[in-house]
Nanobody
Framework: QAQLVESGGGSVQAGGSLRLSCEVS???????????VGWFRQAPGEERRGVAA????????RYSDSVKGRFTISRDGNKNSVSLQMTGLKAEDTAMYYC???????????????????WGQGTQVTVSS
């Protein structure tokens, strides 16, 4: 059973940057229980939407059109964590951000919540204009 813990959320002015981290534990390597990790966000009254996702054992990454060119997802070297570097933040980026891990879907589906088996508790990001 994998566990995911997010950190790094906070409040920032529009145009600023934040770095979110997702610590992953309880798996035995990318050939074990987890193949990819994604970041999702959910604003009040809206559905949860995929933002970015990355394969743990390779270089494949996926981004939503709304964040492409502004956000970068990466695995932190040999650490069991995945970061989301967010730059050029906008008020519409305000949301609760969740990381999630999955193991069974092709990369074309990594921005869909149904592709994930394990979820963190979320970290709040607030961008003021």
């Amino acid at each position: 059973q994998a566990q995911l813990v997010e950190s790094g959320g906070g409040s920032v002015q529009a145009g600023g940057s934040l770095r979110l981290s997702c610590e992953v534990s309880g798996y035995t390597g990318y050939t074990g229980n987890i193949a990819y990790v994604g970041w999702f966000r959910q604003a009040p009254g809206e559905e949860r939407r995929g933002v970015a996702a990355v394969r743990l054992g390779g270089v494949i990454a996926r981004y939503s059109d709304s964040v492409k060119g502004r956000f970068t997802i990466s695995r932190d070297g040999n650490k069991n964590s995945v970061s989301l570097q967010m730059t050029g933040l906008k008020a519409e980026d305000t949301a609760m951000y969740y990381c999630a891990a999955g193991n069974a879907q092709p990369s074309a589906l990594w921005l869909q919540a149904a592709s994930y088996n394990w979820w963190g508790q979320g970290t709040q990001v607030t961008v003021s204009s």
